[in-house]
């Protein structure tokens, strides 16, 4: 659509149309004006899977392995074709812009939403992400790139005033944002926090360099409810407020238009992105278009796919692959193999449609062939789990699951339903509604003291066979979007039952304003006695040919809202692995976690494999891997130490508000490097089946400082197996006359080669990758001279270097 045809269309509305065209309509859903043909637009969350409008587990979803697996896939290619699910399950589902890709860096191990970000490093999170939007909008669905900029934590995230300097807030934060509109992306969502003092949603950054020098000409919404005020944001880059309708702007916003604190060009802006934004996923003159069914052709093989590529094997000492043929029998050891963690937590996470556990995936590839044993071991502290239609029944049709109802202020029905969860985050408003109950037949497996709770806010109470277990009115005392409407927390009690007696489980929860819509139900039976379990996990592994522990963090553990105290593995999962090792030398540790975790047995296990948060084809893709039908693709896109203790970075939190960027450049292994630490394993790293040896590299000796170059390099498979190798290229300046990381990855490509077969990798390095954010000129400069250019697997294992010396042409 051409600027004319922008301005007629603009010309047409009132300014009361175009003010509540940028004031959203509700909660996932733009206004529509009949006067220009304009439909709703609907947003859903992402970036693991497309949920919809509603937050319900009858409507699943494709959920693929966590941001984290896919940065470390280093397969731009590969994340494409995730962006094409996304997309297609999007339009399937009537969602014109999905709110991902999560450009924000992993600057410390600590944030709670690391696993929903790519990496470390701004130019793998940007190709990364660039590789997503291009997939994502392949099939006319708009892309969001978020959260604008330097939304890297989640302590006091709706307020934290980022304070960074501008030389790392271009280099580094700014970077992958860029990558992402270049490659077309049709949607930015700003940021909840501050960056030096002013707020993302009216940030001057909205406008320059995203619409200036990056030509973004598309919309830019607020994450949702971090509009705060009216003309501050009204007169900066933003264009729509999320969810609708958003109060500091509808009636708000029109009045600052009629005293003339916004001008009405500021105001057609915005609505000039809407539309252009609209004739692009088909929102003007047409209906939404008709989706695909539910699971479409090849998903289930393309996420299988996804969980090798993504796994990163970190040490092996000849154990993997297992040869099935050489197997007797197999033990299966730990919670996480039963039961999995397939995403984080927050407000991305979709209900799948389907869950392959570790210990499903590998029964089914030793079926017929080897005797597999599981041994549970000592819980590891897990989150209370929901009721579920493994446990419950709905009383009132004895189908498993709960009997949702809806009920007036006098307690009478007004509207009843089956449901198959008790983590009900939207349920179904009827008029008149005054309290929400849930209830549902509990038959125990095992008897002894269990533990009920109900999340919520509001007057609530939870009763199990007529006694009140927890009661009371519960008030809300954040504003955090994540808590309210996700994950409320959760209020206890304890009760005795006899195994295999069904008991009758009541919980009702006021719909007081202001107390969101999430109501929670949830029950765990006793725990058994750790050391009696961890005996029995070590006599397990002890017979057995070969042991298998999956172990990780648990629900909550790594979640929206909240950033993480700590990176030890909850409960006595240490002294599980390390009993399971001492027990039995070819035991292969798997780390199921979003982020990095201490691993302080390492270097006692026979391989150590890191899967992240897998998805739903989890344990056939994890399967695939251990039994040697694919190899483990992944190399890791963050830093991992040793301990905490060790890691340069690790501070979220603000001190009165403020959260301090003091490390500037140096964030990941930049600052392990400046710092002259060694982490156990290093940005980059990562095993195949086979093995690599580095023979040349070759450069060219003279470029120009506007121009990019080609690195060659010339690597043999000296190994017994057909592999994959990621190639990557660093940068370093010696002597620069500017700050500098030690150095930085400027690019990377995949070579496959068969056994003693030499190939060569050609990296291309781009201008923009030895240039510098000059803050004295406000401007991007090159610095003439002598680059080093360095050639490995990992930021730190680089045996091959050259020079390059850059010169000013004319």
């Given amino acids: 659509m051409d600027d004319g045809e922008l301005d007629r269309l603009v010309g047409k509305l009132t300014l009361e149309q175009k003010v509540r065209l940028v004031s959203g309509a509700s909660t996932w859903r733009t206004a529509a004006e009949p006067a220009v043909s304009l439909r709703e637009m609907v947003l859903s969350d992402g970036p693991a899977g497309v949920r919809g409008e509603s937050w319900d587990e009858r409507r699943t979803s494709a959920l693929l392995p966590s941001a984290s697996a896919l940065g470390a896939m280093w397969d731009e290619g590969l994340v494409e074709r995730l962006g094409g699910l996304l997309g297609r399950e999007a339009r399937g589902k ?76 271009y280099e580094v934060y700014l970077a992958p944002f860029e990558a992402a509109v270049r490659a077309g992306a049709k949607v930015v969502m700003s940021g909840y926090n501050g960056v ?80 252009r934004l609209a004739e692009w996923v088909g929102a003007l003159d047409r209906a939404p278009a008709a989706g695909p069914p539910t699971v479409a052709p090849g998903t289930r093989g393309l996420l299988r796919e ?113 449901r198959f969860t008790g983590r009900l985050l939207e349920p179904t408003l009827v008029p008149g509604a005054h309290t929400v109950e849930i209830e549902a037949l509990l038959r125990p497996a095992t008897g002894g003291e269990w533990t009920f709770g109900m999340g919520g806010f509001g007057p609530m109470r939870l009763s199990v066979d007529g006694r009140t277990l927890v009661e009371g009115d519960f008030p809300r005392r954040t504003d955090d979007p994540a808590v309210v409407h996700v994950d409320p927390p959760r209020q206890e009690g304890r009760i005795r039952l006899a195994p295999g007696r069904a008991v009758r489980v009541v919980a009702r929860r006021e719909l007081v304003p202001d107390t969101g819509r999430a109501t929670v139900v949830t029950a765990d039976g006793p725990v058994p006695p750790e050391a009696a ?66 691993l302080p047995w390492r270097a006692a296990a026979g391989a150590v494999l890191l899967c992240w948060f897998p998805g739903q084809e989890a344990g056939a893709g994890l399967a695939d ?24 970075v690790v501070r979220t939190g603000p001190e009165a508000g403020v959260l301090a960027y003091g490390e500037g450049l140096h964030i990941g292994y930049r600052g392990w490097l400046r710092a002259g630490r060694e982490p156990a394993y290093w940005f980059g790293h990562g095993l195949g089946y086979t093995s690599w040896s580095y023979e040349r590299i070759e450069v060219p000796a003279v470029t120009g400082a506007l121009d990019g170059f080609t690195v060659r390099v010339t690597v043999r498979n000296s190994g017994g197996r057909r592999g994959r190798e990621v190639v990557q290229v660093y940068l370093a300046r010696p002597r620069s006359a500017v700050e500098r ?70």
């Fill in 741 to 810: 990381p030690v150095r930085w990855l400027a690019g990377y490509a995949v070579v496959r080669a068969d056994p003693g077969e030499t190939c060569t990798a050609e990296v291309a390095v781009s201008a923009r990758a030895l240039r510098h954010w000059s803050v004295e000129d406000g401007r991007w400069c090159t610095e003439p001279g002598v680059f080093r250019v360095l050639a490995g697997r990992s930021a730190g294992e680089l045996p091959l270097t050259a020079g390059v010396e850059v010169v000013e042409r004319a």
């Fill in 306 to 418: 996804a969980v090798a590529a993504g796994s990163v094997l970190l040490s092996n000492r000849g154990v993997l692959p297992l040869d099935p043929a050489a197997l007797g029998s197999v033990a299966v050891i730990g919670a996480h193999a039963a039961r999995p963690r397939l995403q984080g937590s927050g407000s991305a996470g979709v209900f799948p449609q389907r869950e392959v556990t570790p210990l499903d995936g590998i029964r089914a590839r030793l079926r017929g062939r080897a005797r597999v044993v599981y041994a549970e071991g000592p819980t590891p502290g897990e989150q209370a789990r929901p009721l579920d239609a493994g446990r419950c029944t709905d009383p009132r049709t004895g189908a498993p699951g709960v009997l949702l109802r809806m009920l007036d202020r006098d307690g009478d029905e007004l509207y009843a339903e089956h």
């Fill in 196 to 275: 030096n003092g002013t707020t993302m949603s009216a940030h001057p950054l909205l406008t320059d360099p995203l619409r200036t020098d990056w030509g973004f000409d598309g919309v830019v919404v607020s994450d949702w409810g971090a509009v705060r005020s009216t003309v501050a944001t009204a007169r900066a880059g933003l264009d729509l407020a999320m969810p609708g309708p958003a109060e500091v702007w509808c009636e708000a916003l029109s009045a600052a238009l009629r005293s003339g604190a916004v001008t009405e060009n500021a105001v057609d802006d915005k609505v000039r992105g809407l539309l």
């Fill in 94 to 169: 009537g969602v014109d812009a999905v709110l991902a890709p999560t450009l924000n860096l992993h600057r410390s191990p600590l944030a709670g939403r690391h696993f929903e970000c790519f990496a470390e490093d701004p130019e793998l999170t940007g190709r990364t992400g660039a590789a997503l939007v291009r997939g994502v909008q392949s099939t006319g669905v708009a892309a969001t790139a978020k959260h604008y900029v330097a939304n890297d934590s989640e302590t006091e995230r709706l307020t934290v005033d980022v304070r960074i300097g501008q030389q790392a807030l």
């Fill in 625 to 648: 891997v251990l039994f040697g039908r694919a190899e483990p693709g992944g190399r890791l896109p963050t830093t991992w130490g040793a301990e905490l203790a060790d890691v340069p």
């Fill in 533 to 598: 379990a961890l005996r029995e996990a070590v006599r397990a592994a002890r017979a057995a040919d070969a042991a298998v522990v999956v172990v990780g963090t648990v629900p909550g553990g790594e979640s929206e809202g909240r950033d993480r105290t700590g990176l030890a593995l909850p409960g006595r999962q240490d002294e599980l692995v390390a009993a399971v090792a001492a027990a039995n030398p070819r035991t292969v540790v798997v780390v199921n976690s979003g982020g990095p975790v201490e």
